[in-house]
């Protein structure tokens, strides 16, 4: 089947434990993205890549880091999570070419930070 | 920049009543439209899209139409079912579908 996954469905942490929230999707989609959605503010992007080795912010990327080392993993890195961090985070993915403006999300991880 | 903005819920109708849910938008250049559909804990799933100004996309009854002179694209729908009920998110993208703009969700409830 194909789809988007992600890694913890929910995690409660502390502020400054470092944390990484997984990403997979096995679609061989070149362009993945995170973003956090608050109440009132809807979806919000932190980063997207393009293609491996390749990554961009988007419009929130403070305190976040992200890697792409292979085409299917996105991972989501919080080296010191901090309380405005809790949130619900969505991956998403998309494929490349004619007509590959249709984003794929992942299930959400909702983070809690203590 | 660019930004979205939506109409705040929750909207709460009765079962075959119309729905209509409010978008406007902010955006430089040309850029494409979509509502997505978010059902309890699962991610967003597209539910319909145009990329230029006066298309109507459509999907499953709901229609949206592209308004370039009023920067609209709300979402419409003729009939609704209880198993409608879900957040629906207007956002916009840039022409290379890379950086996406979403508004904050309106939610919708649907009585029997």
């Known amino acids: 089947e194909a789809q988007v996954t992600q890694n913890p469905r929910y995690l409660i942490t502390v502020t400054g434990k470092k944390l990484t929230v997984t990403c997979s999707q096995n679609?061989?989609?070149?362009?993945m993205s995170w973003y956090r959605q608050d109440p009132g503010l809807g979806l919000r992007q932190i980063y997207y890549s393009m293609n491996v080795e390749v990554t961009d912010k988007g419009d929130v990327p403070e305190g976040y880091k992200v890697s792409r080392k292979e085409k299917r993993n996105f991972p989501l890195i919080l080296e010191s999570p901090s309380p405005n961090q809790t949130s619900l985070y969505f991956c998403a993915s998309r494929p490349s070419g004619p007509r590959n403006e249709k984003l794929f999300f992942g299930s959400g991880t909702q983070l809690s930070v203590l | 920049g660019n930004s979205v903005t939506q109409m705040e819920g929750p909207v709460t109708l009765s079962e075959e009543a119309f729905l209509t849910i409010n978008c406007t938008y902010t955006?430089?250049?040309?850029?494409?439209l979509f509502w997505y559909v978010q059902y309890p804990g699962e991610g967003l799933q597209l539910l319909l899209k145009?990329?230029?100004?006066?298309d109507k996309g459509s999907n499953k009854g709901f229609e949206a139409t592209y308004r370039k002179e009023t920067t609209s694209f709300h979402l419409e729908k003729g009939s609704v079912q209880v198993s409608d009920s879900a957040v629906y998110f207007c956002?916009?993208?840039?022409?290379?579908?890379?950086?996406?703009?979403f508004g904050s969700g309106t939610k919708l409830n649907v009585k029997p």
């Open positions: 145009a990329t230029k100004a006066d």
């Open positions: 955006a430089t250049g040309y850029p494409s």
């Open positions: 956002a916009l993208s840039d022409g290379n579908f890379n950086k996406f703009y």
């Open positions: 679609m061989n989609h070149e362009y």
